[in-house]
């Protein structure tokens, strides 16, 4: 079952239920891309500088192919970007406060990086590490220019590891507050590890004001069971740009939660890569743009191993004027992926004029040796009418707005099942509410 | 005993081509426990009618009054008007994102009553009432009306008919749409609510099919905004046999 609608809906009043069916299959311009790199694309790929090329898609790579995006730990490799790339397009690069252009006419990121609190189970260990961390960079390579600033620039990196065969449980998470230290632009490196047959949950609490690009490592374990939540509720001001590396080891789970909820500019890009095979990759992501917020959320599941399996959900709610909420999801199944199954969806409700939601669903498919593969994407419209419906049943006006948007996160606030987060979110979406601008 | 009273009713909209006056001079009284038909030709202004009463803000009333036992109905908001006891299912009922069916339910249960419903008699009584209108109980589940079919969506205003005891409903062509055997089961639902007792109730139509199955009390034939003529159920038979030909619009009211 597939369905696709790519709906910007503040051209149309009415909220439509109109599904086209249909699906993005690009399988055969790929085939030939990269067919040796690992799902980190290998060696090669980190000592291949890219340079000179003037396309962010990489060398004789059709750009719609997300195979074939370049990776690098050097900045130097990618090219100023431009804004007509395909992943920059939606993002407002003046608002970005320098992270896009750091070392382009004396653009610097050297601001101070935002002060590490943490409250953890005895068993798990938080450190506080140098570049030289060799446990640095085993999860992920920059995939885009602001990431590789970061990776080139940040001094220390925090590195969270739950030891082997730890069983966590929902209850008894492990917490790290990172608080902006103002808006000088900064970078900010985090490692989470579960190793092997390890359970539990670990939590990335941003706040505060800042200018700031991150690169967060996430290493699931053989047999592991890792959920890692990503809470974005800075002060209005902030900027920030994270780029989240996943990589799940044999048999392994990570539910990986991304909460997009204050900041100015959120762009939050989480990819999942398969060392091995039976992973299981639970993607869920919950936003609420307000007005004047640019949220967007750029994921890639990149399935090179057989048998593993993949599921998104991302919902979000928009309101007030030029609120802007940006979802891409990018599934690749290359040809070596047999037996994959995967399906992908994003909701976004418009609550008022002037907001905009951007929906691409993207998958590709190499091998038709597959379990299942399939993407919703539907933006709907909150309107008079509904609001009507809903008072003609003695529904007051601001108790219906809160039923509808309640109803509609709900979904996924439901599957994250961590008992103290689920309540929290749900306190902030009626803090969003109170704030609704009409 | 209640009394709706609508006198004189002018309602006009806003356009861009500029203000179209639609009800022209509406006089209508209905008690509890009567039921009265309104009939009339597609474009006669009976949605807009029933707009009007649960008080659609598109709708403009240029001159005359709505009262509820006295009270101005024109004065209050939407919601107000359904706490006090009047009740719209629509013909073309709104599809509402991310809410359940249980979820409305409740909440419209918990406004109307002004308090929550026991959840055990609550749960009871909707489980009841969903399959007497043979709704699938998977549809609690479901949101409100997204992808439910007409005769769906049809059903379900009629199971918030039987659940919140409004004193006076307006069923605007609950029955357009609807293949026979619906039709049977919406009107039972209706007759349900009815023989409770308590419940006064417009019954908007194009066709006479469903007051096979609904007795009206009163006729009123609807033509350009106004009432035409009045009568009792006889006026339904006439209809059906004539057709609206002899107020001079060419449209048929039989099924
Ligand atoms: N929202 C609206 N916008 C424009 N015209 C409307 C609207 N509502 C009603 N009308 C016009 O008012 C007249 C009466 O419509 P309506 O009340 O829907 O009639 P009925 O329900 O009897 O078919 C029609 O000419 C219709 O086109
Ligand atoms: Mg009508």
Not at chain 2, 149 to 165: A, D, F, P, V, W
Not at chain 2, 204 to 213: A, M, N
Request: net charge negative.
């Amino acid at each position: 079952m597939t369905e696709l609608t790519q709906e910007h809906a503040t051209d149309s009043k009415a909220w439509s239920q109109d599904f086209i069916k249909g699906m993005t299959e690009e399988g055969e311009s790929l085939s030939e891309i990269n067919p040796e790199s690992g799902p980190l694309g290998g060696s090669a790929a980190k000592a291949h500088s890219h340079g000179g090329d003037s396309h962010g898609g990489g060398v004789g790579v059709p750009d719609s192919s997300r195979a074939g995006r370049l990776t690098s730990y050097k900045l130097a490799d990618f090219p100023a970007i431009t804004g007509r790339e395909e992943d920059w397009r939606f993002t407002p690069l003046k608002r970005l406060r320098g992270l896009d252009r750091v070392g382009i006419k004396g653009q610097e990121i050297n601001g101070p990086a935002p002060l590490v609190e943490f409250s953890s189970p005895d068993a798990v260990s938080v450190e506080t590490v140098g570049r030289d961390d060799v446990r640095i960079g085993s999860a992920g390579i920059p995939e885009d220019r602001v990431a590789a600033a970061a990776w080139e620039h940040f001094s220390e990196a925090t590195i969270v590891t739950l030891p082997a065969n730890y069983e966590g449980t929902i209850d008894d998470i492990t917490t790290l507050t990172l608080t902006g230290q103002g808006d000088a632009p900064a970078a900010a490196h985090v490692v989470i590890e579960a190793k092997q047959f390890a359970t539990g949950v670990v939590v990335l609490d941003h706040r505060g004001t800042a200018v700031l690009s991150e690169n967060v490592e996430v290493l699931v374990g053989d047999g592991a069971n890792l959920t890692v939540v990503s809470i974005q509720d800075w002060n209005d001001d902030a900027v920030h740009a994270s780029a989240q590396h996943i990589k799940v080891g044999r048999d392994a789970k990570v539910k990986h939660v991304v909460i997009n909820l204050g900041g100015n500019l959120l762009r939050t890009t989480p990819s999942a890569r398969y060392t091995s095979t039976g992973g299981d990759v639970e993607m869920l992501g919950l936003y609420f743009a307000d007005a004047g917020q640019h949220l967007e959320q750029r994921l890639f599941v990149d399935h090179s191993t057989k048998h593993c399996k993949s599921r998104v959900t991302y919902k979000g709610a928009l309101q007030g004027d030029s609120a802007h909420a940006v979802w891409i999801g990018d599934v690749l199944i290359r040809a070596e992926a047999e037996g994959t199954d995967t399906y992908e969806l994003n909701r976004n409700l418009i609550l008022t004029r002037g907001a905009r939601a951007d929906s691409v669903p993207n998958l590709e498919i190499e091998t038709g040796l597959i379990e299942g593969a399939g993407h919703a994407s539907a933006t709907g419209r909150f309107d008079d009418e509904q609001l009507f419906y809903l008072q003609t049943r003695g529904i007051e006006e601001s108790v219906a707005r809160r039923l509808v948007v309640r109803g509609f996160l709900n979904e996924v606030i439901q599957q994250i099942r961590v008992p103290a987060l689920e309540e929290r979110l749900r306190e902030s979406v009626e803090r969003e509410l109170a704030a609704t601008p009409v | 005993m209640s009394t709706l009273e609508i006198k004189d009713l002018h309602v006009s909209i806003t356009t861009e081509q500029g203000t179209k006056a639609i009800l022209k001079g509406v006089s209508l009284t209905i008690k509890t426990g009567e039921t009265h038909a309104i009939m009339g030709p597609n474009g006669s202004g009976k949605s807009t009618l029933a707009s009007t009463i649960a008080g659609h803000p598109r709708y403009n009333v240029d001159s005359g009054t709505i009262t509820l036992d006295g009270e101005d109905v024109l004065a209050m908001t939407v919601d107000q008007r359904a706490r006090a006891g009047l009740f719209l299912a629509m013909q073309y009922p709104v599809e509402i994102p991310g809410v359940t069916m249980t979820n409305f339910l409740r909440t419209a249960k918990t406004a109307i009553e002004g308090e929550a419903p026991k959840l055990r008699t609550w749960t009871k009584d909707v489980k009841a009432a969903m399959a007497q209108l043979r709704i699938e109980p998977e549809f609690a589940e479901r949101n409100v009306n997204e992808g439910f079919s007409g005769g769906e969506k049809k059903r379900h205003e009629i199971l918030q008919l039987e659940l919140l005891h409004p004193k006076f409903a307006v069923l605007d062509e609950t029955d357009s749409g609807l293949d026979v055997d619906a039709l049977k089961v919406v009107s039972e639902g209706v007759n349900r609510a009815i023989d409770a007792g308590g419940l006064g109730t417009i019954l908007i139509t194009h066709y006479t099919r469903i007051l096979r199955y609904i007795k009206p009390d009163f006729v009123h034939v609807f033509v350009d905004g106004s009432i035409a003529e009045q009568g009792g159920p006889e006026l339904a038979d006439r209809l059906e046999a004539e057709g609206y030909d002899r107020y001079q619009v060419a449209e048929t009211a039989s099924a």
